[in-house]
């Protein structure tokens, strides 16, 4: 292995993190807090409880899997997409690196970038409302793997894209709104039979119920489809990677 | 000599089937520095860039100290440093981090004191924590040589190291070549200056359509292909070429002093001496004699020239 090489990645991507760093945290840190204005005030005055949760609690773990998702996905897509379009690609290319060293490095810094996020959003909403966190290493086993999903989501789309708008195409018009109807603001117990039914074929339903579970010991599938769902993703973008890398494909000429 | 790099039977076709490499064959001598020589297009980024890793060739082998660079990637990688044809650099990163982060790419561990004796080297220390777009084209072509060298390679690709670089930082840049060169660094350039060439290669290719036209020593080549004028200053004027000097195709200049004569080296048709005497014996007195040999440049152009043709007759 070449660690000298994944660390240098690693390094260079958490570097632009840091000298960004405002931008980085402040974005989530005011998103979060505009969510409790929003929901936790004026849905929370209506909605008091949700399974015995005060509304505003409940939808921590929502918004948190919210943040993570999209962070993942644009920190990777963009941190592999840039030197692409850099064409600083080229030493990467020449390096002895082989495709896991370069993914490693990339989505290594990009779920870590995630997880600091995450850390941010739980100390924040912990200023509006009580988070309790009854089984935290299973909320960071969740925590973890779904940002190194998708981180490795985020890194496909940065070798498919052709262009900036590519890298925001597939999160806004396929994540944001499986995050939204995947019930990070409500339980799907809430909704008529039929839409309940069609909510289970939303694979971030899964993950929002199982990571809520983790908080709160509430959820709407058992805690196995969660798990299962999240591992089978991951599974699924490793061989995409795997595939796409063995074609040669689209990173070099 | 050892060879330091083999190139065997390589083609090249890119996705929109541009056919960039067509069998080449090329051995590099370790030590040595060569130049690849040939128009827009004809394929010399495309063959460097084959053999650091950056495009993926179709067939063929590529051996880098006898062994595969495909198959012992890591091994051979190691060995290689390429300086890319554009000024591919991140624009908001420091000299230092940049130069560093390259090291690292390449698997070797930090070592501060080598990179800060390279910068110096390279007259870039002052600015090490000036941020790439702070800089000039020169000085990024520059930290771009530094990237290069990071991690000490024995092999080193130029592509048209000097494009964009003032005169005065051409010599100097062909300085630091030929100190690495003497370091022990075998180095393949391109350029479009046939001077370049001229001053610091040991030997040169020519490559045209994706193929390798051509390939000798530099002085070699010079001599088999090279035309050399002797130029004869008289003292007095002369009116018209006759006599026995007509045996010679002559030139005169405009000041009717100066009678040229352009021969081969090789195929031995000019006697020299005859011709001296030949000028004595018609009665003129001989002020000065100069010869010039024909450039790689004049050299290079008529080859391609010639392939051209070729190409089209065929
Ligand atoms: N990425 C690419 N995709 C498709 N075709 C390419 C690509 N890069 C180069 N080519 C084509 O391959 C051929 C060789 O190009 P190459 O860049 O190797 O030439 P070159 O000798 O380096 O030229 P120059 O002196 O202009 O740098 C050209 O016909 C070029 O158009
Ligand atoms: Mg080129």
Redesign the pocket.
Known sequence: MNWYGIKAIYIHEMERFRRTLFQSLASPIITTSLYFVVFGSAIGSRITEIDGINYGSYIVPGMIMLTILTQSISNASFAFYFPRFTNTIYEILAAPLSSFEIVLGFVGAAASKSLIIGCVIILTANFFVDVRIDHPLLMMFFLILTSITFALFGFIIGMYAEGFEGLQIIPILIITPLVFLGGSFYSINMLPEFWQKISLLNPVLYLISGFRYSFYEVSDVSLFTSTLTILTILIGCIIFITYTFSKGYRIK? | MKNILEINNVTKF???S?K?LENVNLNIKEGEIFALL??????????I?SICGI?NFNTGTIKINNMDIVKNYRITRKMTGIVP?ELNLESFETVWNNVNYSRGLFGKRPDHNYIEKLLKQLSLWDKKDSKIKELSGGMKRRVLIAKALSHQPKLLFL??PTASVDVELRKDMWDVVKKLNEDGVTIIL?T?YIEEAEELSDRVAV?ND?KIILVDEKDKLIKKLGEKTIKIELFEPIEKINGNLSKYNFTLDQTNKIISHTYNLNSNTTDITELLNDVKKDGYEIKDINTEQSSLEEIFIKLIKENNNELVRN
């Open positions: 000429d | 890119y996705k929109n541009v960039a040939g128009p827009n297009g004809a394929g010399k980024s495309t063959l860039n495009v044809q592509d048209e391109t479009h490559i994706g």
